[in-house]
């Protein structure tokens, strides 16, 4: 677009805008006005003062609007905008070019009562807006048919998934893997968050760690060790980040492993003398339960038979943070023998032995519940689980009083349904809901009449049996529903843990184990020898007396044959074998690649040399062939007789 341009040398209103002839609607005063302004621009100079102040004014505003709306009409695509644009718009030329551009309008305009129904796919896009009412009765129509058609594809949804996915089939039990931990019962067990390990503590003692990585078939666990000496192992847990163990056992001090089992932290002890258990550093008596922080990975909950819950916090310190106190309802103490979290750890539940369900809130003083449902259970029977579900509306307890009560937090005075005749023999014995909260899982203990424990499933929704496992001859302690790994992990009174998966449902876990093929050791064969003394027989059949094995080690040591020593450096010849060479390296090569032969110095050379004197004569090689035709013959000097005097004599010091 070319704006005009605005020069103060001589006052030029350069508009690039062809003269147009008046309209029937425009005011003839102003395109007067207009001439006269334009004429008064284009004259050269004396423009400015024909022109007033006011004039003037109105003529540049007249010139900026032309500008500003040929832009946004060139930016928006329409025919007018502004002042002048108002004053020219024609209604009739607008629907004129909206027929040519839209066709399907006029149609419209024609019947407009088939206007919905005539537009095509194409125009239904390009409309932007609501659409044009329905009239009621087809409306009510097509709302008729889509509901049903809803109805009828919800049903069907509903009735597939009700086929595919039912209770029944969610639990993974399909394959069965059995694991050894000794011949004692298994009271503790616990699972790494992230599904990779395994550990289980028992009544002898022992505590096991299981990697599924790491195992093969034979499922034997790669650590066992004592983490508190003669105390049986009551509870495992595994922190919110997997890297530590709480180790709950039957003494009044809490352990804390690390994920390889060495210790991290021994929580102290009580003094058993001071009557207010507040006012100690720890507990004085034996431990029920423990938790840890659902988020925190250094605070953890414990509680023992003192009456008393206490949390603790950090690796370093000495004494717990907070002391929770257990009530009976004359406000006498009373011991709580379970104890956990809620999932957003808002809530402290309590199941004690007088029978009560107790809950403090996190965020208030530990002084009083905030729940206390006196009468939940049997009095005098151990509440062995108290476990919340995970969107934590729920909360289900398992007793020793052979019974399983689930409640809801919200109507907390009375039990949704209780489930009854759960023979119950460990103060261990626990309970746990499905990862989607639809089944809640126990075991039972071994009734005399029966052959089998089972595991049972209940549904949380219509609180019917769902399913019962028979697991094994002995008594179903703990159960274990690990979410991600979707595995059922089950121990018994006979030292045994069961591991039930699926094969589609379930991941990693067992089924990376079972593939592996256990490598067998190749057998030793061993001769057993009975030794027969015999004190008084000839030395050529006695026996020698048996030594102990150190000794025979160090005999056997010494001798070269059996302990296979290595040849020993030799500097001359001894056993057969000559030293090729000395010591150092100049001697070997002198030895070796200089000299080919031994020669001796302190020999007389002319007589090395004369020793070759009568084989060259009889045999010569070198130098008589070679003279043998032009050599003359050699004349010597025949001997003088004895008597003859010399010519010549030597003096000699006599005649001096």
Not at 211 to 236: K, T, V, W, Y
Not at 408 to 426: A, C, E, G, I, M
Not at 533 to 541: D, G, K, M, R, S
């Amino acid at each position: 677009m070319q704006r005009g341009k605005i020069s103060f040398g001589k006052i030029q209103l350069n508009v690039n805008k062809a003269p147009s002839e008046p309209k029937a609607n425009e005011n003839p005063g102003e395109n007067e006005r207009e001439e006269s302004s334009q004429a008064g621009s284009s004259s050269g100079g004396g423009g400015f003062k024909k022109m007033d102040k006011q004039q003037m004014i109105r003529q540049i505003e007249d010139v900026a609007e032309d500008l500003e709306s040929q832009h946004l009409k060139e930016v928006m695509g329409i025919s007018g905008f502004g002042r002048k644009a108002a004053k020219v718009f024609d209604i009739n030329e607008q629907i004129e070019k909206a027929r040519i551009t839209r066709p399907g309008l006029d149609r419209n305009k024609e019947d407009p009562t088939q206007k919905a129904d005539e537009k095509t796919e194409e125009e239904e896009e390009d409309v932007i807006g609501p659409l044009p009412p329905v009239p009621a009765e087809e409306k009510n129509k097509s709302t008729k048919d889509d509901a049903s058609k809803e109805d009828s594809d919800d049903d069907s949804d509903d009735d597939d998934s009700d086929d595919e996915q039912s209770l029944a089939k969610r639990i993974p039990y399909t394959h069965e893997v059995q694991m050894q931990h000794g011949s004692r019962a298994v009271l503790a067990l616990a699972g790494d968050p992230s599904g990779a390990r395994l550990v289980s503590g028992s009544i002898d003692y022992d505590m096991c760690f299981w990697d599924f990585a790491g195992m093969d078939s034979g499922m034997r666990s790669f650590r066992q060790l004592q983490p508190c000496e003669n105390h049986p192992i009551r509870s495992l847990q595994y922190s919110v980040t997997g890297d530590m163990i709480l180790v709950i056992s039957g003494n009044a001090q809490a352990k804390v492993l690390d994920r390889d089992g060495f210790e991290k932290l021994e929580c102290c002890k009580g003094d058993q003398y001071i009557s207010d258990m507040s006012r100690t550093k720890g507990h004085v008596a034996q431990l029920t339960s423990g938790c840890w922080h659902p988020f925190n990975r250094e605070q953890f909950l414990t509680a023992a038979l003192d009456g008393t819950l206490r949390i603790w916090q950090g690796l370093k310190a000495k004494e717990q943070v907070q002391v929770i106190k257990t009530r009976a309802q004359g406000g006498l103490r009373t011991n709580a023998a379970s104890c956990n979290f809620n999932r957003d750890a808002t809530l402290i539940a309590a199941g004690c032995v007088d029978g009560s369900i107790q809950t403090w809130d996190t965020r208030k003083m530990f002084v009083n519940t905030t729940h206390c449902v006196r009468g939940a259970h049997q009095k005098g029977s151990e509440i062995t689980s108290i476990v919340f579900s995970y969107m934590g509306q729920q909360l289900a307890t398992r007793s020793n009083d052979e019974t399983m009560k689930l409640w809801d937090l919200r109507q907390f005075k009375q039990p949704l349904h209780t489930w009854t005749n759960l023979f119950s023999r460990y103060d261990t014995t626990d309970c746990c809901f499905s990862p989607d909260d639809r089944l809640l899982v126990t075991g039972e203990s071994l009734p005399k009449d029966q052959t089998e424990a089972n595991l049972y499933f209940y549904s949380t929704r219509n609180y019917e049996e769902v399913q019962r496992i028979p697991v094994s001859n002995s008594h179903v302690v703990k159960t274990l529903w690990h979410p991600k790994l979707n595995q059922l992990f089950v121990s018994c009174g006979n030292g045994t843990i069961k591991c039930y998966y699926d094969e589609h449902r379930s991941i990693r876990g067992a089924k990376l184990c079972v593939v592996k093929s256990h490598r067998k050791r190749q057998p030793m064969e061993m001769v057993g020898v009975s030794q027969i003394i015999t004190p008084h027989a000839l030395p050529l059949f006695r026996q020698e007396k048996s030594r102990s094995s150190r000794k025979k080690m160090e005999k056997a040591r010494m001798d070269p044959v059996k302990s296979k020593r290595p040849d020993l450096p030799i500097t001359s010849g001894q056993g057969g074998r000559v030293a090729s060479s000395g010591g150092t390296l100049s001697s070997y090569v002198i030895r070796n690649l200089g000299l080919s032969k031994r020669v001796d110095d302190d020999q007389d050379p002319r007589e090395a040399i004369l020793k070759y004197a009568k084989d060259a004569a009889e045999n010569p090689y070198w130098i008589a062939p070679a003279y043998k035709q032009t050599q003359p013959k050699a004349i010597f000097s025949e001997k003088l007789p004895a008597d003859e005097p010399v010519t010549k004599k030597p003096k000699t010091e006599a005649d001096k």
